[in-house]
RNA sequence: GGAGAGAUGGCCGAGUGGUCGAAGGCGCUCCCCUGCUAAGGGAGUAUACGGGCUUAAACCUGUAUCGAGGGUUCGAAUCCCUCUCUCUCCGCCA
């Protein structure tokens, strides 16, 4: 959510930054209910007042033993107009919040302009892709041969988009999770947090995906009037965790990770990558978040994104870094890093983690502060990044790492998390 | 699932219809005292939003907020209704 004193004070220039990123602004809508909240507020803050003064004197009065019917019918007919002028204002505020909660974060000054994912900028590429000297298969064709990976038993279980893992490759995608735990935790200094996978719609606010995007979340009926949303990424619940709180300067930097499964309905992106793991409504990921005070969260960002390639880097995977331009950033950032890493069956690089700073974009909106020096409650600073998505890493390691037999090596640094098997070979 | 108790500021805790945004304590900030430390004395210390003033802050002023929402009333932390959450006991369960 955007401080709407900025709306008020700079709404033509918010409105040109906006359009940076593709969003139309309704300016014209926002000044209509702008003014009309202005006039009805003042109006109702008056009545208000006016009752509030007059209570108070039939109290003295009557604590005086003195007669109140003067003051009493002076008040009376006070009652119908403050009550509708209290609803207008309800109704308006709920509509100005409305417009607020669907208004998309303001790129920083940084992030290049551009429309489309065409328009990323490549910020560094590291590794070199391996050349092959036989034909390479898609993780899809390796995972089936070596009969480890299951989509159409997925299909009848589930349907479309999801996947059955088995044996070794089972094994190296739970591998893969605790090696990226145990890296940003030994290393990198996160708090290792388990979460609810479930959470309410608040909390779904609260990061931003609530309400624009309803239709990208699977959710469960909880009761009759309340839903529960399965989460599309950990960064939901984990953020969350500072919602309605004020943190103690000395607290931050608050840094978390946490290995969750992730779920995600991708409405809309029917035909795109229908084949194997790589977009499926369920998949794990180790995600990284940080809370931080608002000066340092630009350096911040800088390292979690470090701490996200560190992982390529031991896996041996060859990735390249893309700023985001402000066409394809999501709703909530203000700036965004995409890793992308090399998928040789599909010649090019598949976006592997995304490392966002929301700056207070969603603490605004979760009420998530820290006390300043001057030991005032202000806004923090949300980030998070994938460190990494599991699933994708797992096709990345399948792909890179295959051999002409069919069987795939496994990168040295999962090897003890896999009793020492260098191999992923044919399993019965 | 059954029975009971509860939810008040950063924390603890008082407050059952009126000058209550809320006693008292702790914590914190500033000042005084003290050779240092400890102890002591004094003052201050919620948040959000509106309006005024302003480059901004500070400041002044108003409104709202005592788990959430609704109701009664001139007036609600206090009374009524609904909901949520927490705790205790019982049952069940991994």
Redesign the pocket.
């Known amino acids: 959510m955007l401080d ?2 900025l709306l008020r004070n700079d709404l033509e220039g918010t409105a040109q930054r906006l359009k940076g990123r593709g969003f139309e602004l309704d300016v014209a809508r926002f000044q209509e209910l702008e003014q009309e909240r ?1 006039g009805v ?2 109006r109702t ?1 008056e009545l ?2 006016k ?6 004197q ?3 009065a ?2 005086k033993g003195e007669d109140v019917a003067a003051i ?1 019918a002076e ?2 007919n006070l ?1 119908d107009e403050l009550k509708a002028a209290e609803e207008k204002l309800a109704y308006i505020q709920s509509h100005l919040n409305d417009l607020l909660m669907t208004i998309p974060n303001l790129p920083h000054e940084s992030v290049p302009l551009g429309k489309s994912e065409e328009d990323n900028v490549e910020v560094r590429r590291v590794g070199t892709p391996r050349t092959f000297d036989f034909a390479v298969k898609d993780h899809v064709d390796l995972g089936e041969s070596l009969k480890q990976l299951d989509f159409e038993t997925a299909v009848k279980i589930s349907g479309a988009r999801f996947s059955v893992m088995k044996g070794q490759l089972a094994r190296l995608h739970r591998a893969l999770a605790q090696f990226m735990l145990d890296t940003h935790t030994a290393e990198h200094g996160y708090t290792e947090v388990y979460v609810p996978y479930l959470v309410n719609a608040e909390s779904m606010r609260g990061t931003g995906q609530l309400p624009k995007f309803e239709a990208d979340l699977f959710s469960v009926q909880k ?1 009759e009037n309340e839903k529960l949303y399965l989460i599309p990424t950990a960064e939901v619940p984990v953020t969350n965790i500072v919602r309605d709180a ?1 943190i103690a300067a000395e607290d931050l930097p608050l840094k978390f990770v946490s290995h969750t499964p992730c779920f995600r309905s991708e409405a809309g992106s029917y035909g795109r990558d229908t084949r194997g793991m790589i977009r499926q409504h369920q998949f794990d990921k180790v995600e990284l978040v940080q809370i931080v005070a608002p000066e340092q969260s630009y350096a911040a960002l800088e390292t979690l994104l470090g701490h996200a390639e560190t992982i390529l880097k031991k896996l041996e995977l060859p990735y390249r870094v893309m700023a985001l331009c402000s066409g394809d950033m999501g709703f909530s950032a203000a700036k965004t890093y995409d890793i992308e890493v090399w998928l040789p069956a599909q010649n090019t690089y598949r976006e592997i983690s995304s490392c966002s700073n929301f700056e207070a974009f969603q603490a605004r909106r979760m009420q998530a502060r820290y006390r300043n020096e001057k ?3 202000e806004l923090a600073h949300t980030l998070n990044g994938s460190g990494l998505a599991v699933g994708r890493t797992l096709v990345a390691i399948l792909e890179n790492y295959q051999n002409a037999d069919g069987s795939v090596a496994i990168p040295a640094a999962l090897r003890p998390y896999m009793g020492g098997m260098e191999n992923i070979t044919l399993e019965d």
Request: avoid cysteine; aromatic fraction near 0%.
């Open positions: 709407i004193q202005k507020q003042m803050q208000q007042a009752r509030n003064q007059s209570s108070k039939i109290g003295i009557k604590s009493m008040v009376a009652g009761n004020i030991n005032k409650p």
